[in-house]
């Protein structure tokens, strides 16, 4: 699966954004889906994920009670809201996709990634 996310910006810290990922070949169905993200000089870091057809999710610690993953299985789009962002968000956040388990850091379907800063 070919995987495109989009959404990415420059916004200020407490504000909002909201990425989505789409896919360009074939569709997101049976997909676990997620969202990874990689600021300068860190290592990979987990986000989000949701499991088809979208009734678990998951998050990582830094993220949680800010940011909502969701998916459109008509439409097989993967959406991260995210709120209340704070500058150590600034990354670039990767969607990606895994068919035989929750998505991960070592997904094997990964996107071009999608720029998020956010200044103080």
């Known amino acids: 699966v070919q995987l495109q996310a989009s959404g990415g910006g420059l916004v200020q810290a407490g504000g909002s954004l909201r990425l989505s990922c789409a896919t360009s070949?074939?569709?997101?169905?049976?997909?676990?889906m997620g969202w990874i993200r990689q600021a300068p000089g860190k290592e990979r870091e987990f986000v989000a994920g949701?499991?088809?057809?979208?009734?678990?999710?998951n998050y990582g610690d830094s993220v949680k009670g800010r940011f909502t993953i969701s998916r459109d299985n008509v439409m097989h789009t993967v959406d991260l809201q995210m709120n209340s962002l704070k500058s150590e968000d600034t990354a670039i956040y990767y969607c990606v996709a895994d068919r035989a388990m929750p998505a991960s850091t070592r997904a094997p379907f990964w996107g071009q990634g999608t720029q998020v800063t956010v200044s103080s």
């Open positions: 070949e074939g569709d997101l169905s049976y997909y676990y």
């Open positions: 949701i499991s088809w057809p979208g009734r678990n999710k």
